[in-house]
């Protein structure tokens, strides 16, 4: 019988972190100190760390290394100039703005590009590429395909554009209300799903026919080429660094938030061929994020972040990132657990109106699961559901996305396998006593982005968030 090989993680510990592991009173209390939000409770209340995966990796020793050699110069800093290399190198784009992160890369871009009563066409939306658009008077506009909405839609490519929606919108306001297109690979809000590259070419072919600019939201770029790898007629023996580079041949510039596919816990950069851009960034990147030589980091953390961006695309390492959010996610679908089909890049997301059925999603079934996951196990999840999506500003109501879930968001070259397991393990034992869950209410809402400060009670008469 042949036996599949397994394959352990690509790399080995020379340094470790200790954690600090609560038992199941001191869980408790951390949960009703924090009012049930996983955002309030401090990292070393938190056993196995799933709320994010950004600035969350751990470095290399080649990383650490490179943090010597950081040029602190204020200009012409020598670590700019690696930077600036390995950006050009690996993605293929002529130039490069650093910056603190990704959406200081957005806000230059916005700023730059759009103007009050333009249209910005992307596939989904992420919450910060959205607020920069709006607040240069754009209008956000989703263009991804109509399958990307549903959890359980079985899809290779579920990040693709629909040509359709987005030919339509350019016929609807002309091609001269919209100063770019913005496609993300991998979808965050969709689960990390990534986007074909001939959907990539055949955006690029449309958006050229029509003179407009395609930008990627690049931040979880190299995770789509390994997908494009393992999926894609044609690249099967290719190798993600040659992927990557035609990935982003389809398109005229990126923004990236280095804290996820540069393998670093901070910096970001805005990319772009135009030379006109690049002109009119580098004026306004000094305002915002500092001399267009170091752009809000350190010259260490540049050094970080070429380092990272070498490791990134190295085959071994991007198949068992991409495997090991998989491991987690089939040991859940082999369950039974709901979970957003199919397993994506970066995370797994369970699914939690399908998971708690006997919630209301005014009674904040994502908040609720994720309180429970913590309660159960001390791992820390993050709610991406009706709490993140806040109020329609005309009516006051709270908005009802059709997505209402929790992700367990996988840092890269942090965890083991083993972790896996016991974040497996408290997920399925929470499946089999599901009905047993309450609702939550929320007790204090700060009227923005809410999510990250609300404070909620459980709806159970004895008040507590599981019943025995
Ligand atoms: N674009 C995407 C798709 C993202 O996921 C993020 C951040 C950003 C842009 C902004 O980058 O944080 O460096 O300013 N996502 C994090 C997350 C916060 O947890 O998903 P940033």
């Not at 992307?122 to 909405?149: C, K, P, S």
């Not at 071994?316 to 957003?340: C, E, F, K, S, T």
């Amino acid at each position: 019988m042949f036996l599949q090989r397994r394959m352990a993680e690509p790399y080995k510990i020379k340094s470790v972190e200790l954690i600090n592991v609560l038992n199941e009173q001191e869980r408790e209390a951390a949960l009703i100190e924090g009012g049930y939000n996983t955002f309030l409770i401090r990292s070393d209340q938190v056993y196995i760390d799933l709320l994010t995966d950004s600035g969350t990796s751990a470095m290399s020793d080649l990383q650490w290394a490179a943090l010597q050699r950081g040029d602190e110069a204020y200009a012409g800093s020598k670590s700019w100039y690696r930077l600036e290399h390995a950006v050009q190198e690996i993605y293929g784009y002529r130039h490069v703005i650093p910056t603190h992160q990704g959406r200081g890369a957005e806000n230059l871009l916005s700023q730059l590009k759009i103007h009050p009563g333009d249209y910005v066409p992307g596939n989904m939306y992420f919450t910060t590429t959205r607020a920069h658009q709006e607040l240069n008077g754009g209008t956000f506009v989703d263009i991804i395909i109509d399958e990307a909405h549903d959890p359980q839609a079985e899809l290779p490519f579920k990040g693709n554009v629909d040509l359709v929606k987005l030919e339509n919108l350019i016929q609807k306001v002309g091609a001269d209300k919209i100063p770019y297109v913005s496609v993300a690979v991998t979808v965050n809000l969709a689960g990390g799903q990534p986007v074909s590259m001939q959907n990539l070419r055949d955006v690029y072919a449309l958006c050229q026919k029509h003179s407009i600019p395609v930008m990627f939201d690049a931040t979880r770029c190299v995770e789509n080429a390994y997908f494009i790898k393992e999926r894609e007629v044609g690249y099967e023996r290719v190798p993600v660094k040659d992927i990557l580079k035609e990935m982003m041949s389809y398109s005229d510039g990126c923004t990236m938030s280095g804290k996820k596919d540069c393998l670093v816990n901070i910096g970001g950069f805005l990319a772009m061929n135009d030379d006109d851009l690049y002109t009119r960034a580098r004026e306004l990147v000094v305002l915002y994020e500092g001399m267009p030589s170091y752009g809000g980091m350190a010259g260490r953390d540049m050094e970080a972040m070429a380092q990272g961006i070498y490791e990134a695309v190295d085959d071994l390492y991007i198949a068992h990132r991409i495997n090991q959010v998989r491991y987690l996610g089939d040991q859940l679908i082999n369950a039974g657990v709901p979970v957003v089909r199919p397993i994506g890049g970066h995370a797994v997301f369970l699914e939690a109106r399908a998971f708690l059925p006997h919630l209301d999603q005014e009674q904040f079934p994502a908040q609720a699961l994720a309180a429970a996951l913590y309660l159960d196990s001390g791992v820390r999840s993050m709610e991406r559901g009706i709490v993140s999506s806040g109020r329609n500003k005309v009516t006051g109501e709270n908005n009802h996305p059709k997505l209402e879930l929790v992700r367990l968001t996988i840092p890269r070259r942090v965890y083991t396998d083993n972790h896996m397991d016991v974040v497996a393990d408290s997920v399925i034992s929470l499946y089999e006593k599901r009905d047993k869950i309450s609702g939550l209410e929320m007790v204090y809402e700060p009227p923005t982005l809410r999510f990250f400060n609300a404070r909620f009670e459980p709806l159970a008469a004895n008040g507590r968030l599981i019943q025995d």
